[in-house]
C-alpha cells in the first residue's frame, strides 16, 4: 500500500565509501555511526539518507571519520528518483524502522515483563528494585525516541512498540505501588506481605 510521507517529495543524499580493511574496528565503527543515523544501505559500502535538516550535517560527520582513517567517500545529491525507484526506498526505509521497532517490543515482552514477574515471584519488592526497573524502562523509552526520531517515513511499527511502552510502564507502576505499600516500617524495603 502506498502512504504518502510528511517529507512530500524528499531530495536524497547517496553516500559511497572505502574504508581501509585492517584494523577491520574502523569499518565497523563507520557502519555503526551510519546505522544509527537511519542510513538505508543499497549496498556494501552504499547508502542512502533523505535530504533533510539534521541528517546532511550528520553525514558529514561521518564522511570527516572516514578521511581520518584513511578512506575515501564521494557524496551524491539526488534530485529525484523515479517514483518505483522512490518506493522501493522509502519501504526499505520503514522496513528498518520495522525491525527496531520489533527489537524495542522484544525487549519488552522477553526482558522487562520477565524481570517484573520474577521479583514479583521472589517478593522482591524493595525500592531498589523499583529504582533498577524504573531505570529499564526509561532505557526502552530513549531507544524508542531514537528510532521514532529516524523514522522519516512513518513505519506501521511505531504504534505497536508504543503501545508495548505503555504497558510496560503500566506493569512498573503497579510494581512500584506494591513497593510502597509493602515496605517493612523498619525501612529495610523487604517486602513482608504475600501476593495477592
Not at 40 to 52: E, G, M, N, S
Not at 88 to 112: H, M, P
Amino acid at each position: 500500500m502506498e502512504r504518502e510521507s510528511d517529507l512530500g517529495a524528499p531530495q536524497w543524499v547517496v553516500l559511497v565509501y572505502r574504508v581501509p580493511s585492517e584494523p577491520a574496528s574502523k569499518r565497523v565503527s563507520v557502519w555503526r555511526e551510519l546505522r544509527r543515523l537511519g542510513a538505508l544501505y543499497l549496498q556494501q559500502c552504499v547508502c542512502i539518507f533523505p535530504r533533510i535538516d539534521g541528517v546532511g550535517a550528520a553525514v558529514q560527520q561521518v564522511t570527516h571519520k572516514i578521511a581520518s582513517q584513511g578512506g575515501e567517500f564521494t557524496l551524491f545529491e539526488v534530485p529525484n528518483l523515479s517514483r518505483e525507484d522512490e518506493t522501493k526506498i522509502v519501504e526499505g526505509f520503514r522496513s528498518l524502522r520495522d525491525k527496531e521497532y520489533a527489537e524495542i517490543v522484544e525487549e519488552c515482552e522477553t526482558k522487562f515483563v520477565k524481570e517484573i514477574e520474577f521479583e514479583r515471584f521472589r517478593e522482591n519488592f524493595t525500592y531498589e528494585e523499583a529504582e533498577e526497573i524504573q531505570q529499564d524502562l526509561e532505557k526502552i523509552r530513549r531507544w524508542y525516541e531514537t528510532v521514532k526520531a529516524r523514522d522519516w517515513f512513518g513505519a506501521d511499527g511505531s504504534a505497536g512498540a508504543a503501545a508495548w511502552i505503555e504497558r510496560c510502564a503500566e506493569l512498573y507502576s503497579h510494581f512500584e505501588e506494591d513497593v510502597y505499600r509493602r515496605v517493612d516500617g523498619d525501612g529495610s524495603g523487604r517486602g513482608t506481605v504475600a501476593d495477592a
